[in-house]
T-cell receptor, first 116, second 116 residues
Framework: AQKVTQAQTEISVVEKEDVTLDCVYE???????LFWYKQPPSGELVFLIR??????QNEISGRYSWNFQKSTSSFNFTITASQVVDSAVYFC?????????????FGKGTKLTVNP | DTEVTQTPKHLVMGMTNKKSLKCEQH?????MYWYKQKAKKPPELMFV???????INESVPSRFSPECPNSSLLNLHLHALQPEDSALYLC???????????????FGAGTRLSVL
C-alpha cells in the first residue's frame, strides 16, 4: 500500500532562516507522482509542485526548492530565507490509482511557524 | 484561473437537520472530489466523481450523499449527522484524462461544519 511519512510534526524557525521539510514515501508502482501542498490558516490547500517518478531533476521556484531522490524514496522541500507568510501546514502526497481514478495519499503534514 | 468555489464557508446544523454543501468549478475539469479534514489531520478522501459518475466511495456513511448534477457542480447532501462529523469539508477538482496537468487537484477553501 502507498504510504507517505512526514516525520516532522512541527517546525519553528526565525525569519530568514532556511528550513527543510522531509517527506519519505513507499510505493510498489513504477510510475507515480509526488506532490506538495500548502495549507495556510484559512484552510485552502494550495498546490505547490508535482513531480513524476521519471523526473529526478531538482526544481527551484523562487525561494522554494525540491529534492527528489528515488534511491532513498524521499521528496524534500526547502524554503530559503523563510518569511512569516510561509507559516502554514505543508502536506506531501503520493498519487494512487483506484477504480480508474487517481487519489492522493497524504502525509500527516508538517506545521511550519516562521517567527519575526 | 484555478478556482474552486465552495459554499457556504461556515455551517452550523443540528443532528436532525438536512443541509447541502456546494462546490463549483469552471475550469473544464472532469474529476471532482470531496474530502473531510479534522483538526490537525490530513484531508481524508470521501468521494471521487469522474465524468459525472461516482468512481470512488471510501466507505462513507450514508448520512453523506454526494451528487454531481453536471461537470461543473458537486454537492454533498447531509442528513442526520453526528457531532463527530464536525470538520472542514474540502472540495477539489482535476483535469483527469490526458494532459500535462491531468492529476493535479485544485482545492476550494472549504466549508467549516459544526454539528450540534
Amino acid at each position: 500500500a502507498q504510504k507517505v511519512t512526514q516525520a516532522q510534526t512541527e517546525i519553528s524557525v526565525v525569519e530568514k532562516e532556511d528550513v527543510t521539510l522531509d517527506c519519505v514515501y513507499e510505493t510498489r508502482d513504477t510510475t507515480y507522482y509526488l506532490f506538495w501542498y500548502k495549507q495556510p490558516p484559512s484552510g485552502e490547500l494550495v498546490f505547490l509542485i508535482r513531480r513524476n517518478s521519471f523526473d529526478e531533476q531538482n526544481e527551484i521556484s523562487g525561494r522554494y526548492s525540491w529534492n527528489f531522490q528515488k534511491s532513498t524514496s524521499s521528496f524534500n522541500f526547502t524554503i530559503t530565507a523563510s518569511q512569516v507568510v510561509d507559516s502554514a501546514v505543508y502536506f506531501c502526497a503520493l498519487s494512487e490509482t483506484q477504480g480508474g481514478s487517481e487519489k492522493l495519499v497524504f502525509g500527516k503534514g508538517t506545521k511550519l511557524t516562521v517567527n519575526p | 484561473d484555478t478556482e474552486v468555489t465552495q459554499t457556504p464557508k461556515h455551517l452550523v446544523m443540528g443532528m436532525t437537520n438536512k443541509k447541502s454543501l456546494k462546490c463549483e468549478q469552471h475550469m473544464g475539469h472532469r474529476a471532482m472530489y470531496w474530502y473531510k479534514q479534522k483538526a490537525k489531520k490530513p484531508p481524508e478522501l470521501m468521494f471521487v466523481y469522474s465524468y459525472e459518475k461516482l468512481s470512488i466511495n471510501e466507505s462513507v456513511p450514508s448520512r453523506f450523499s454526494p451528487e454531481c448534477p453536471n461537470s461543473s457542480l458537486l454537492n454533498l447532501h447531509l442528513h442526520a449527522l453526528q457531532p463527530e462529523d464536525s470538520a472542514l469539508y474540502l472540495c477539489a477538482s482535476s483535469p483527469h484524462g490526458q494532459g500535462v496537468f491531468k492529476n493535479i487537484q485544485y482545492f476550494g477553501a472549504g466549508t467549516r461544519l459544526s454539528v450540534l
